[in-house]
């Protein structure tokens, strides 16, 4: 018997929790806190920083191989069951990490990571608030993300600091255990897949709300048919595209004459519009994903046009590095939403997973195709690249919307 329990704690507050820990702690390190190994682990290994950090590319591609099974997975088989395995198994990777001595273990071990992240990155948390959640979807999905950028402002510094002093094993090692200590069981005792595995609907839903939008889901044989579906795969690489413009800030700043303590202050300006921009984005969601759309492309927009006038002084550039991470936000908030917006919860998994693969495609690309442009043309030619990128996705954006609005009255 489901019962309504909305005044009391509702149990959904758990599945956040558990959320965020994955977010904060798993993908914090793996995700956000790459990069401090690269050089420590390269001088040991004799080879060069670029060729050791081709186990990322690995880890993009193991992850675009495996989106689409994982989606279906995460529809057929137990959440809890596969999240949990995915955290071990990436806690059993970073531990192995410590032990390696040649460059093409971490390309095997990057490979297995990619595999865990379809599952803890990309579908994790945006699985789990819709089947947990019908009202505040967008502030928990959004809080969830901002766990990613705060677990990197905690373990970067830790890491680099445990790196200094103990070496770059023990801190792999150290990452490794924690991750299968902490993250890993509190996931497993705490994860429940539906809110009816706890007699619950979902938060904020009624009987009557549950009966009145049962009939929105869109199964996912006829989504792959619509337009709309191969409309967000195009935003979702656009946007993923534009958010890996944050690598190539910093040299664009000292370029410009400014120094390397100036551009680290804008590297961090665009840290902070990330993470307080998941969360605004995420309730500006709740309530119009139109309004949602318009705010992603619009900040982006400024925020690059600010940073092409560099010269004017850094402050005008610190407000552009902000304002540009609200469209970084949008990857991991604005993309999600609109996917649920249009298709619903019921087959979510496995039509937000292959619409990801856009994601992992496209950052395997831009990655390290900015660079190259860069080096060829201008960063002033990429950053205005970006500026039409982010037009054309608030195109697409406005016009998914209003296929969804028109779709859903035929339904």
């Known amino acids: 018997m489901i019962k309504l329990k909305l005044d009391a704690f509702h149990y959904g507050y758990i599945i956040v929790f558990c959320c965020c820990l994955i977010m904060g702690v798993n993908i914090g390190l793996v995700m956000s806190c790459a990069g401090i190994f690269y050089q420590p682990v390269?001088?040991?290994?004799?080879?060069?920083?670029?060729?050791?950090?081709?186990?990322?590319?690995?880890?993009?591609?193991?992850?675009?191989l495996m989106l689409p099974i994982a989606g279906k997975l995460m529809t057929q088989l137990s959440a809890r069951v596969l999240l949990t395995i995915s955290s071990a198994v990436l806690g059993l990777c970073f531990i192995s990490m410590s032990l390696f001595n040649a460059v093409w273990q971490f390309y095997v071990a990057g490979s297995v990571i990619g595999i865990t992240l379809a599952f803890l990155f990309y579908l994790s948390f945006p699985t789990m608030i819709s089947r947990w959640f019908k009202t505040r979807v967008g502030f928990f999905m959004g809080v969830c993300s901002a766990f990613s950028g705060i677990g990197g402002i905690l373990f970067n510094p830790l890491g680099a600091h445990l790196i200094t002093t103990l070496g770059w094993r023990t801190t792999y090692a150290l990452s490794g255990v924690l991750i299968l200590m902490l993250v890993t069981p509190i996931i497993g005792i705490l994860i429940r897949n539906y809110p009816k595995?706890?007699?619950?609907?979902?938060?904020?839903?009624?009987?009557?709300?549950?009966?009145?939008?049962?009939?929105?889901?869109?199964?996912?044989?006829?989504?792959?048919?619509?337009p709309v579906f191969y409309g967000l795969v195009v935003f979702a690489f656009l946007i993923i595209c534009v958010s890996t413009l944050n690598l190539f800030i910093p040299n664009y700043i000292t370029g410009l004459g400014y120094t390397l303590q100036q551009a680290s202050f804008v590297a961090s300006a665009v840290m902070i519009g990330v993470t307080i921009g998941k969360v605004a984005l995420g309730m500006i969601n709740d309530r119009s994903n139109l309004l949602g759309v318009a705010v992603t492309a619009a900040f982006g927009i400024i925020g690059l046009s600010l940073l092409l006038m560099g010269n004017?002084?850094?402050?005008?550039?610190?407000?552009?590095?902000?304002?540009?991470?609200?469209?970084?936000?949008?990857?991991?908030?604005?993309?999600?939403?609109?996917?649920?917006?249009?298709?619903?919860?019921?087959?979510?998994?496995?039509?937000?997973?292959?619409?990801?693969?856009?994601?992992?495609?496209?950052?395997?690309?831009?990655?390290?195709?900015?660079?190259?442009?860069?080096?060829?043309?201008?960063?002033?030619?990429?950053?205005?690249?970006?500026?039409?990128?982010?037009?054309?996705?608030?195109?697409?954006?406005?016009?998914?919307?209003?296929?969804?609005s028109k779709f859903s009255k035929t339904l």
């Not at 007699?199 to 989504?223: F, I, K, R």
């Not at 292959?354 to 831009?366: K, L, M, Q, R």
Request: hydrophobic share 50%.
């Open 42 to 64: 390269s001088e040991e290994l004799g080879v060069s920083v670029g060729k050791f950090g081709l186990y990322m590319s690995f880890n993009y591609l193991a992850s675009i």
């Open 312 to 404: 004017v002084g850094i402050m005008v550039v610190a407000i552009g590095g902000f304002l540009f991470g609200w469209a970084y936000a949008g990857v991991t908030v604005q993309t999600p939403m609109l996917v649920r917006a249009v298709f619903g919860n019921k087959n979510y998994p496995q039509i937000y997973s292959n619409i990801s693969i856009a994601f992992a495609v496209g950052g395997a690309i831009t990655s390290g195709g900015w660079g190259l442009l860069a080096d060829y043309i201008s960063f002033k030619f990429i950053f205005s690249l970006g500026i039409a990128f982010l037009i054309i996705l608030g195109a697409i954006g406005f016009y998914i919307l209003m296929f969804s």
């Open 197 to 226: 595995d706890k007699g619950l609907l979902p938060y904020g839903e009624n009987e009557q709300q549950q009966a009145a939008t049962s009939n929105e889901d869109v199964e996912y044989a006829t989504a792959i048919r619509m």
